[in-house]
């Protein structure tokens, strides 16, 4: 009898220790189903970037499915700590009313060569709103319960003030390659208690949270103030200013497209691109990586914009190595795949592939990946500490006793700004 006990006892403890371990898990973004195409995130921006929104603000999430079933689908949200754990708290003190709804808002596209259904969710809506800051996954199912995409975004309130200066490094060996974020966090409303341990934030530069930087303390409290002055933590990589092309009119010669034809669907061929890293560095304005679908002659560019396939090609020498080369951006957001892997052709010495692209103005750059899916921006663009990038600081503070982090402010900053 005594075994027995011993037996469910341990069985009891492995369930308990399974468990806890799927609740530390670290949310990720699940990329698309091949047939969805140009997921949009707008809160105060007509461009699609990473949603930081003011709680109450209205959030717009848009995408396209290439295909003419006019599927349902359904929507789930969930709340998160900082690090992207799951929080502690139940839906009903997060969310008012519910989720796990039809989006039933949709349209088919009209007088394109490619079918497809444009699909849009607003929150909040009749059925849904969010009552608390922090962070958020949006997960989008099909009607038999799979996964067909999640996407993160942030919800805040402004407890404090987040002010943002962007330096050239502090390490001389990286002083024209490397951009440092300065931080000042400070509040007339609360009391930071404890800040080493309560406060924590993130750093993103031109809203790609795959190279984001977390993690780091204040290292100076000065009353009420917490500064982040750190030497080399807080750099990032300078880039270079992003490719860009505009498709608007999927039949003519546009910016950047050399020259066009049509198959199935329109096809789009871009002007070869060269190697920059060796170049001296050019300002070029662009949007940071974002894009915009726009096209001509169109009362609606969300079901009349048309798809067409563009064709990318790189002016560089064959890499014998591991390391593969692919084109890069928010289009599909900055996500390594398949279709961005580009490959040598023999016939004309250039790097090429090709994308399915809805009609817009987009913004792309070369990056090299190498077998352990590292990315290098700049082996191919070039890093200097002129370009112009977007940052943003998520400042998140959890209360003694609290059950999650709240997103307590944003700041943000442009490095044209940049000083010494």
Do not use: C
């Amino acid at each position: 009898m005594t075994s027995k006990y011993f037996v469910l006892t341990i069985a009891l403890f492995l369930m308990q220790f399974s468990f806890s371990q799927v609740d530390e898990e670290v949310a990720e973004e699940v990329d698309p189903q091949y047939y969805i195409k140009t997921i949009t995130f707008k809160a105060n921006t007509n461009q699609s970037e990473l949603p930081v929104l003011h709680l109450g603000e209205p959030l717009q999430l848009e995408f396209d499915v290439l295909n003419s079933d006019e599927a349902d689908f359904y929507y789930v949200i969930e709340h998160y700590n900082y690090d992207w754990t799951p929080s502690r708290l139940v839906k009903s003190r997060y969310l008012q009313g519910f989720d796990d709804q039809r989006i039933v808002n949709y349209e088919n596209s009209f007088n394109t060569y490619q079918l497809y259904s444009h699909y849009r969710l607003q929150i909040p809506n009749n059925q849904t709103s969010l009552l608390v800051s922090g962070n958020y996954l949006m997960k989008i199912f099909d009607e038999d319960g799979e996964l067909m995409f999640s996407r993160k975004f942030m919800v805040y309130e402004e407890t404090a003030t987040v002010g943002v200066a962007i330096k050239r490094s502090r390490d001389v060996r990286f002083i024209h390659q490397k951009q440092s974020v300065d931080i000042n966090i400070g509040s007339l409303n609360m009391n930071f208690v404890n800040p080493k341990q309560n406060v924590n934030v993130t750093i993103i530069q031109n809203n790609n949270l795959k190279t984001a930087i977390t993690g780091l303390k204040p290292q100076y409290t000065l009353g009420n103030q917490l500064l982040y002055k750190y030497d080399t933590e807080s750099s990032f990589w300078g880039g270079n200013e992003y490719l860009f092309f505009e498709n608007k009119n999927a039949r003519g010669a546009n910016i950047g497209v050399q020259f066009f034809d049509l198959k199935d669907v329109y096809h789009n061929y871009l002007f070869t691109d060269i190697i920059r890293a060796t170049r001296p560095y050019t300002y070029n304005p662009d949007i940071n990586g974002n894009f915009l679908i726009t096209a001509l002659d169109t009362d609606n560019v969300d079901i009349e914009a048309d798809y067409t396939v563009l064709h990318f090609s790189l002016q560089h020498p064959e890499m014998l190595s591991n390391n593969n080369i692919h084109v890069y951006g928010n289009f599909n957001n900055y996500t390594i795949t398949d279709d961005t892997k580009m490959t040598f052709n023999t016939d004309s010495g250039f790097y090429e592939t090709r994308l399915l692209l809805k009609q817009g103005f987009y913004n792309y750059k070369y990056v090299v990946v190498d077998k352990n899916n590292n990315v290098d921006e700049g082996a191919i663009s070039g890093n200097f500490d002129q370009t112009e990038n977007n940052y943003k600081v998520l400042v998140y503070y959890r209360d003694l006793g609290g059950l999650y982090d709240k997103l307590i402010g944003v700041g943000e900053a442009s490095s044209t700004l940049i000083t010494n």
